[in-house]
């Protein structure tokens, strides 16, 4: 059974930094593009972040650009997010998700994704 676990999240005031995680399991996702996203009370899911299979390319919500960034460790089958002058507009629940298959994706639709973890809250106090 596949499945992705978040961690990391947290209260942090702003201009802090936290750092996500996310855990794979089930299979190895070392081949596979993955990605971050996230989502605030009453607004819809969005994207944040992803990356290549080999880190090689990545991709940023403009909101994100220069602030956050994605990594991976396949061989430890993780995802991480690092993110620094967080404000309270980034509070909210991130997800990690992956495709189904290895295939070509449009990063920022949320339907490219086939797998996705049960999210970690981030709470930045201003």
């Known amino acids: 059974q596949v499945q992705l676990v978040e961690s990391g999240g947290g209260l942090v005031q702003a201009g802090g930094s936290l750092r996500l995680s996310c855990a794979a399991s089930?299979?190895?996702?070392?081949?596979?593009?993955m990605g971050w996203f996230r989502q605030a009370p009453g607004k819809e899911r969005e994207f944040v972040a992803g990356?290549?299979?080999?880190?090689?390319?990545?991709y940023y919500a403009d909101s994100v650009k220069g602030r956050f960034a994605i990594s991976r460790d396949n061989a430890k089958n993780t995802l991480y997010l690092q993110m620094i002058s967080l404000n309270a507009e980034d509070t909210a629940v991130y997800y990690c998700?992956?495709?189904?298959?290895?295939?070509?994706?449009?990063?920022?639709?949320?339907?490219?994704?086939?797998?996705w973890g049960q999210g970690t809250q981030v709470t930045v106090s201003s």
């Open positions: 998700a992956a495709p189904g298959a290895v295939r070509n994706i449009v990063p920022m639709n949320p339907k490219s994704y086939d797998y």
């Open positions: 089930g299979r190895s996702f070392s081949s596979y593009f």
């Open positions: 990356i290549s299979w080999s880190g090689g390319s990545t």
